[in-house]
Structure formats: structure tokens, C-alpha cells
């Protein structure tokens, strides 16, 4: 792990929620030996605290680097939606460099709390806190009053009221713009009474000043242009495959690009629209955050123009929209649509959604169910394994290397070692992460 | 009693203050200074193009504490999920920084280049200067409680090296002013035709068919004579009808007085302060009033003989005398600007007041958007504005100003000056672009 020093902050935090004790320990060789980190890691520390059915959130060597979309934090737990198989969910945005200037690069949390807590992460130690006052309360209203509380967060997961009624199909949500969580991360979140995680985010690692430029270099190589490609949301929904009907109504909205941390090339968008409040009968102008392509997309092929106030209702409550939108009836009235996702949140019987992975493109339904569910398949199955694989390895972005496959292992590997014997290391280590 | 005032007022005189050890350094405008005012290098942000990467924070840190900590980071990118921008906190090395102003030991100081720079050696962090800042850009390192503030990497920005998206650029000013250029040139002209040329021309221009008279002189006419000559009206189409359209257009571009007094401005201290009772932008209307007034019970125009326009019109003989009264009433009047800038226009000049009853109900309008003006520390509109129209308060608090079309001159210093390029000229029936700035 020398290799690592200027890359992670070599500390795990570790939560028992049951006795409301924190510790921080040193991310010792036993934990990620072979395991060069992301999700492997947590794969080594979910089995070692296994059977307080452990929830673990870790980092990558790369995530928060000088590398491109260096973003990823992966939570690795057993799914509740998908048969309680082992699920690694991608967390985006600003999680990944959140968590690891927060000072731990890994975090278990075990058991059950016995009141409504809040874990607050900051300068290499854990807080737990009450959350009494997030108890029913919506996903943006969380967001203003914890915002308002901590003078510093720089990231903030949180499960949502669906979540808390037991929802099947809760989704977490990273501040205001949903997540890819289709595994049921929320849910576990909220099993164990767990109201939300706050990376503060204030600190910083020193990384390798070089990696600087070699970053330039490998931008230059994907966008030869001097500036460089800004496409968001809009142009992930093309590569999925949205029909250009569909595409031409939700154009219409005000778009504005949104990347994560360090990433050159946004997927995502905040998105400006107006929409007849069928409530009040009145004329709303509305703005919404989209992460989850595959969500919007299913919402909008049920309600067309409809999908964004749907999505908002969705983030709202920190439901999946794409499973909320398998409820919905096609092109029913919006005020019908509102008022079933407002029901599904607070349903605590699994409906009609049983969250039964499916095989979406040609990526098989385990491989897809094993990382969450929600990153869309823009690759051909075994291509779409190995890159996302990597990206959950390494803390990079997988839509990003997803797009971009032009960027090798090697290229990746570059950034923690130039030397030739520590990449080859480097390289079997990852291989046989993957054979396993 | 007596003796140990004394001695207090003794000891304080031998009391070694800050300004012994760390003397602010002097503020002096050279000569060419006032003609072509040095430029300031400035890092401007696009919320438009702005993904919330955070990539420059992150270069920001790495190159001033050598760790990726975009806490530390002398730029802060806000990301607001709510809303459909972004916001970055970022200093714009003001040409009068308030920050200097405020640090108590004299950390921060605006180098020769343009750049605001804080000392750490003498930074005791008090955070006052953040205070100070309207930008808040001195940001106060969460970590170890240090202030960061931006040195522009001395020359090479590297946020704006590494920005992915472009929302962010290094300039050094507008080097080229086309607007500039061409007022002072139809000034020029303008001056050199009135009151050179075709001496007198301002009062009233016969040339074949087409007239033109001054509106004041006009109305002044009409009152004192107690008849309407049509064509005394007519003749003043020219000059209204100009207004309808441009606004204000002949006070800023063309009154030959208005040239006076620009060129008299930059050579000027703005030293006096001008009693506020003088202080009223009605004032002209009531001159105007006056003049008209005055004219219908004297029998006679009684403002024109000691009209500033109309002198400086005269001044210059066809013999190519001077005009030792008139240009004393020039020379009078150019003196009030020690006091503020086109003191006589603001508040006097009944011509102006014709022309701003016109202008109320014009075509144009000039807006300044705080939307696009992002960064409301610049103020650099309101600095040039000669009129003094924009509130500089306002835009500090990142609300659009109300711009009186009666007072704006449409010289368009605003538009020329700002650097990012939130002052228009609207119609006046278009939407205001202006939204406030929310953060």
C-alpha cells in the first residue's frame, strides 16, 4: 500500500450505529491487500463485518485526483431489492472527493440504531448525530435544514421519507440530484434508522503534482478541440437510444450542463421547465437536477413533457423512477400520475414493483443488478463489465469510461505509478480481482 | 491636570503607528493615467458555461498549498441544485479594493500590475477583509483558518488553464474601446463644427430648405414673442426627434459643451464637494421654467445670452477673436467640475431638460442585467458613468439598477466599460433582461 500513501488518507472509519460508538483505524494491509481499492476493498471489509450486515462506502486510489471524472464512491451492501445479493452502487457528483478530504477513505457502518441518526464526517472522524428533525421530512427540505445546520458539506446522501415507509423502490439521493441507486442503497440506509451521511470535505491530499499535466495530456487526446465537448443529459439520452418525438418535446426545456467533480465531459443536467401545477391550476416555473438517465428516460416514454415534474415528485420523496414509471398508466393525466407517485411513497407494500434485475442492452441482468441497476448500458456486455469494473476499482467515473473506451487500464494505472514493475503489479491485481 | 494631558499627547506623538512601519503607498493619477487609465487584468466567469466540476478549485489548491483541498482553494465554485447555474466566488482584484481598506495590519495590497495580493507574513486571519470584500473572495481556509485569496497565479491563471469548460478567462480590459473611440471623434467633430467652423450653428441653422433651432431657444422665443411660428417648430424636429430615438444621444455625443466639460474632467480633481441643496435633478427643469417665464415678461430670450452651449458657440469670433464674456461664462461653469462630473448637465442645463422630457417617452433604454453581470464587485459601470446615474449599492447587492432614461445621456461609457457585457441598449417595450442575482 506504500504505493497509495499519497493517495489515500490509509484510514477506515467504523460506525456502530447499534451502540452509537465511532472509531477510525489505519487501512491496514489485511484489508486491501491485492485489492488496490474502490470497490474490492469494500468487498474485503463488507465480508469481515459481515455479520452485522454492514453497509460500506469506499473510494478509489484515483477518486478526487488529478485523473478525469475522478468522482466515484462506491456503496457496497447486500441489496434488498435484488435478493440480497452483494450490490456495489456508484456514487457520483462530489461524494467520492467529499468522502476522502473528509479524511477516511472507507466507511462501515454496522448495525441498527435505536433513534433517527445522522452521521457527520469531518477531518478524519465520525460523528454520529441526531436526526429527530429529518424523521418525515422531503428530500429538499433535508437538504435546506442540514445546509443550513453544517457550515461545511461538500456532499450529503441522503435515504428519503420512501425510504423511511419501507418503500421498495426507494432510491438514495446525493444532495438534490437523485443517484444511479437501483439496489436499494436507500433502503438499507434507512433499516438501520440511518437518516443521512454528510462528508464535510474540508481537507486534501497531496496526490502527485505531475498527474497534473499527464491529465492534460490524456484530455488533449480525447478532445482534440480547445474546448472541450460540454453535451449533458440531452446527449446520454441519444446514446441510450431516446426516439426523436420524445427527444424534440423534452428538449424544450431550459438545459444546463452539470458534470461531477473533475470531469471533463457532464452527462448530467439541471433543467429548467414550466409545467400547469394540476393542484392549483396554475402555471409553475420548476427546476430540476437529472442524474439518472435511465429513470427519466422510462418516465418520459410514459408521460412525455410530464417526466419532469415526475422526476421532481420522484427525487422528492427519493423514489426510483424507473420503477415508479413501470406503475404508471401510459399517457395518463399528470394529476393522476402525481397523485400514484405520491401514494408509492408512502406504500409500504412492494405493489406491483418487485425489482427483479433485468438485463438491459446486452449487459446481463446479475452483471447489471451487481453495480446498482442504474449505469446505462452504452457498451457491449463484456466490454460494459470490464470498464465498470475498473471505474469501481480505480474511484473514476463509470459513464465516463463507459464513453470514452479510448482510455485503457493503463492510461488509468499511469496516474498512481510511473514505474513499469508497479503497473504490471498493479495490472494482475486488477485482473485477478475481476476473475474472482 | 495640565501636565499629565501633556504627557499623554507626548507619549502618543512618540508612539510608533502602522503607518511608520507599513506606509500605504500614495495615490497618485499620472498625466497619462487620465487619458489612457491603466488597464486591469481581471479573471471573468461565465455562469453559463460553468459545469460545477470544481476542476479549478482543485488546481487553484494544488498550486498555492500543493495538496488537492478545494476547501482551500482561493476560488469557490456554489453549486446550486435548485437552479440552473452555477456561482463562483472568485476576487476581481477591484481597482479600489475595499479589502485594503480593511485589513488592519496592511496584509493586502494592489500591486503596480493590477494585482490584489495579501502578505501572510502580516495576515493576522481576522477575516476582515472578507467582510469588506462584496465578492466574499478572501475565504478563510476551513482547515487551518488562513486567509486564501487569489494572486492570479502572477499572470497565469491556472484555473483558467485547466477550466474544462471555458467558463472562465483572463483578461486585461477591453484594449481596444471602439465605442470610446468613435464618441470622442464625433465629439470632435461635433465641436469643431459648432464652434469653429460654422460658428453659432447650435442656436439655429438655416440651410435651404432645412432648419434647425435650439428647443430652448424655441420655446423662449415663442414665450417672449407670444406667437407660434411653425417653422420655429419644425426647426426643432431635428433635435427631438433624435432624442425619440437615441435618447439623450446630443448631450453625450454631440453638445459641444459636453465636450467642454469631458476634456475639462480629465484634467480635474474631483476635490470639492458640491452643497447638496445644488444637488437636485429638477433643478434644470425649473431653469427651464425660468427661462421661459423670464422670457415672457422681459420680452426678450433671457437664457440664451448666458447659455453655456450657445457661448461656447459664440466664443470664438468669425474674425477669429475670442469672446472674452462668453467664454467667461464657459470658463465659469467648467469650473463647478471640481465638484462632480458634468455637474452643469446633471443638474442645470435647461436644454438637457427638453431633451429628458423627450427621452421619457423614447424608444430606447439602457439596461444593466445583474444576471449577466456576475460579478457585482466590478462596478466599473457605475465609475464611468459621467451622469452618475447607476447605483453602485444596487449592483453590489446584485440587483439591476433602474436606468432614468431622463438622466442617461446614452454616451454609453457603461457598455463600453463593462467586461461582461451586461449593459444593453434595449427598446423600450423589450423585456428587461435583468433577473437579480440569487445566490
Known sequence: ?436 | MDTVMYEQTNEQDNRITLEDLRPRPEKKKTFSEHFMPRLHPGILFDPRKCTGCGTCEMVCSSRNISRVAPASASIQVIRDENRIKNFAILCQHCRAPLCVEACPTRAIEKGEDGIVRINKLFCVSCGLCTMACPEAAPLQDPTTGEINKCDMCEGDPQCVKYCPSGALTLTGGKRFRWIKGLRWSVQTLSFLLMAVILIGTFCSLKAGALSFSCPTGVLQNIASSGTVVLVWVFSTFILLGLTLLAGRFFCGWICPFGFFLDLVDKITPKKVGLPSFLKSRMAKYGILAGAVGGSCAFGSQVFCPICPIGSICRSYGTTGTLNGANMGIVAALAGLEVTERRVWCRYFCPVGAVLALCAKVGLIKIVIGANQCKKFSCIQCAEVCPMGIIDADKLREGVSPDIPMTECITCMRCIDRCPYGAAKIRFRWQKTVPGNIEL
Open chain 1, 1 to 436: 500500500m506504500k504505493l497509495f500513501d499519497n493517495f489515500y488518507n490509509m484510514k477506515v472509519g467504523i460506525v456502530d450505529l447499534a451502540t452509537s460508538s465511532s472509531e477510525t483505524v489505519s487501512l491496514n494491509k489485511e484489508m486491501a491487500a491485492g485489492k488496490t481499492g474502490g470497490s474490492a476493498i469494500n468487498e474485503n471489509l463488507f465480508k469481515k463485518y459481515e455479520e452485522d450486515a454492514p453497509l460500506v462506502i469506499g473510494v478509489g486510489p484515483l477518486t478526487g485526483s488529478f485523473a478525469p471524472a475522478s468522482c466515484l464512491a462506491v456503496a457496497t451492501f447486500s441489496s434488498p431489492r435484488f435478493g440480497e445479493n452483494l450490490c456495489h452502487i456508484p456514487l457520483m457528483m462530489h461524494t467520492g472527493p467529499g468522502m476522502k478530504f473528509s479524511g477516511i477513505d472507507f466507511l462501515v457502518i454496522r448495525g441498527i440504531a435505536s433513534s433517527p441518526t445522522l452521521l457527520n464526517i469531518e477531518r478524519g472522524r465520525v460523528r454520529i448525530l441526531s436526526a429527530e428533525d429529518l424523521v418525515g421530512v422531503d428530500i429538499p427540505e433535508s437538504v435546506r435544514l442540514l445546509k443550513r445546520e453544517m457550515t461545511h458539506c461538500r456532499s450529503i446522501l441522503l435515504p428519503g421519507p420512501a425510504a423511511e415507509n419501507g418503500v421498495h423502490c426507494a432510491s438514495l439521493s446525493t444532495g438534490l440530484s437523485g443517484s444511479l441507486d437501483k439496489g436499494g442503497l436507500a433502503l438499507s440506509m434507512a433499516s438501520k434508522n440511518l437518516k443521512g451521511i454528510i462528508f464535510c470535505g474540508t481537507g486534501g491530499l497531496a496526490f502527485n503534482e505531475g498527474n497534473r499535466d499527464y491529465n492534460e495530456t490524456i484530455e488533449k487526446r480525447l478532445f482534440p478541440g480547445k474546448e472541450h465537448k460540454n453535451e449533458g443529459f440531452l446527449s446520454m439520452l441519444d446514446v441510450i437510444g431516446i426516439e426523436n418525438d420524445l427527444r424534440n418535446i423534452v428538449k424544450k426545456a431550459t438545459w444546463h450542463n452539470m458534470a461531477c467533480y473533475h470531469c471533463p465531459s457532464p452527462c448530467m443536467s439541471s433543467v429548467g421547465f414550466k409545467w400547469r401545477d394540476p393542484g392549483n391550476n396554475s402555471r409553475v416555473e420548476d427546476t430540476l437536477f437529472l442524474s439518472d438517465h435511465l429513470g427519466f428516460l422510462a418516465l418520459a416514454k410514459k408521460g412525455g413533457a410530464d417526466a419532469f415534474p415526475l422526476s421532481k415528485s420522484c427525487h422528492r420523496f427519493g423514489l426510483d423512477p424507473a420503477a415508479v414509471a413501470d406503475t404508471l398508466p401510459e399517457r395518463g393525466s399528470l394529476a393522476e400520475s402525481l397523485d400514484t407517485v405520491e401514494k408509492i411513497s408512502t406504500a409500504r407494500e412492494k405493489t406491483e414493483i418487485d425489482g427483479t434485475p433485468v438485463s438491459i442492452g446486452d449487459v446481463p441482468a446479475e452483471t447489471h443488478a451487481l453495480f446498482g441497476g442504474g449505469i446505462p448500458p452504452i457498451a457491449p456486455g463484456e466490454l460494459w463489465e470490464e470498464r465498470v469494473r475498473l471505474s469501481m476499482i480505480l474511484g473514476i467515473c463509470p459513464i465516463f469510461l463507459l464513453r470514452f473506451p479510448q482510455i485503457s487500464q493503463r492510461d488509468l494505472l499511469q496516474f498512481l505509478t510511473g514505474n513499469e514493475a508497479d503497473l504490471q503489479l498493479l495490472e494482475q491485481e486488477i485482473d485477478s480481482i475481476a476473475e474472482k
